[in-house]
């Protein structure tokens, strides 16, 4: 990558000061450290100036479309302007960031994902969630969804009290080398026995809406997306209550037949759980809960494309069913991502881990996938553009979560969230708030 500053006169000297010295810092500390002893420039000025960057490349996916020899311009995080070179305008002493032939694309957002780097995301100390975001970034992730599982009751409530603070504290604070949590993934208690998963059985409970506050309230209403199985006890009621809080209610871990999957997309289910996995299989007679899944344009599904979860023959049903405007990659990454071979937690459960493959009791628990290797084995699995698979983990997830129009977007008032493919889809650089490191 080519970097250089279009700087002129006095502010040559300065820049080239502040490229070697602050340029990874956050914005408080490069407004007060920047080119001391240079009186005669004010220094917020500078600072913001200095926050001003264009990106080039030979492409750029919006992702909805694409275009050619582009060029990004980010002011203090934000995308201010989008297109071609010729298009984008560029302000005087902007940094220059030119990517050559690389792809431009929104950055990635994981909205199942329990955790990485030996850490699962209810330890509940920033600690374990830093140890799992930095390594987040190098997959080109810059946000996310913090997921929990089936736990004892008050273990989940502090969990959730810590997820909670954390996204409240990561929407006011960026250094640019974490990705940043967007609000809790409620994975249980509220599933179907019959397709729990590794969800331990004596800890489900049927849907409660005294429940559900009591995890609301923890988690300070940091809550983005509720897994429930609609066919349980209290489901409907519960599934009308979440949705109405704005939260993604997604069908999931259930048994579930046709009717009550109707039921509860009626009741406001507009998402579906690593669709195929954990729920009743699909049968030319009853055809169950992926009969509604499938064929319900309201619905969106998620998958998890890590070859081992779902035939790659599957994953193109589903997008052929579902279109790819309405697929979104997944992880269900466990502790055990990134890590050698062994024995890991998810949650309290117990999970071995060997070639890629992770297993409680003879059944899989999440996996080690990263969501740049969803994005390259569902390239290769299936006939689906790069372009296209970039938008089911960028574009997709952020419309799933009704932030399409600040996150998973490279468009005009956007987060500058950024991440860089070379052209055969490998993640070059991820740039999270603006901020390149
Ligand atoms: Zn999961």
Redesign the pocket.
């Known amino acids: 990558m080519a970097e250089l500053w279009m700087a002129s006169g006095g502010w040559a000297t300065c820049r080239k000061d502040v490229h070697s010295s602050c340029l990874t810092k956050t914005y408080t500390h490069i407004e007060s450290t920047l080119c001391r002893g240079d009186r005669t420039t004010p220094q917020v000025a500078l600072a913001r100036a200095e926050l001003t960057t264009i990106l080039l490349a030979r492409r750029l996916f919006t992702p909805i479309h694409a275009i050619e020899d582009a060029a990004l311009l980010v002011e203090d995080g934000v995308i201010t302007s989008v297109g071609t070179r010729a298009e984008v305008r560029t302000p005087p002493n902007v940094r220059v960031l030119d990517f050559g032939d690389s792809i431009l694309a929104p950055g990635l957002i994981d909205i ?3 955790g990485g780097a030996g850490h699962d995301v209810m330890e509940g100390f920033d600690e374990s969630l830093a140890a799992i975001e930095r390594p987040m970034t190098m997959h080109g992730v810059t946000s996310y969804c913090p ?1 929990t ?1 089936t736990a004892r009751i008050d273990d989940t409530l502090r969990s959730l009290d810590a997820l909670g603070a954390a996204v409240k504290r990561a929407a006011g604070q960026n250094d640019g080398t974490r990705a940043r949590p967007l609000g809790v ?1 409620l ?1 249980g208690p509220f599933l179907s026995h019959a397709k729990r ?1 590794v969800h331990p059985p004596a800890l489900l409970q049927p849907a409660s809406r005294e429940l559900f506050d009591r995890m609301w309230n923890a988690a300070n209403g940091c809550v983005s997306v509720l ?1 429930i199985a609609p066919e349980i006890e209290g489901a409907v009621d519960l599934i009308a209550e979440a949705a109405a809080r704005g939260v993604c209610v997604s069908l999931g871990h259930s048994d579930s037949d046709l009717a009550q999957a109707q039921a509860g997309i009626s009741a406001g289910a507009r998402h579906a ?2 669709t195929f996995n954990a729920m009743r299989a699909l049968d030319h007679r009853n055809p169950g809960i992926l009969g509604a899944v499938l064929t319900d344009k309201k619905v969106t599904a998620d998958i998890i494309v890590d070859g081992i979860h779902v035939d790659p023959t599957v994953v193109d049903v589903l997008i052929r069913t579902k279109g790819v405007e309405g697929v979104v990659l997944i992880t ?1 990454a ?1 502790s055990a991502t990134g890590m050698p071979d062994g024995t890991y937690l ?1 949650g309290d459960i117990e999970v071995q881990v060997h070639d890629g493959r992770c297993e409680s009791n003879g059944r899989l628990a ?1 996996s080690v996938l990263t969501l740049d290797r969803a994005i390259q084995n569902t390239a290769k699995f299936v006939q689906v553009s790069l372009q296209n698979a970039i938008r089911m983990a960028t574009f997709n997830p952020a419309r799933v979560l009704g932030i399409e129009k600040q996150k998973g977007t490279l468009s005009v008032g956007a987060d500058a969230d950024i991440t860089v493919f070379s052209p055969s889809g490998d993640v070059v650089r991820t740039i999270v708030g603006g901020i390149v490191n």
């Open positions: 199942h994902i329990h997921t599982v993934h994975e998963g897994t759980t690593h269900d466990i998810l999440g």
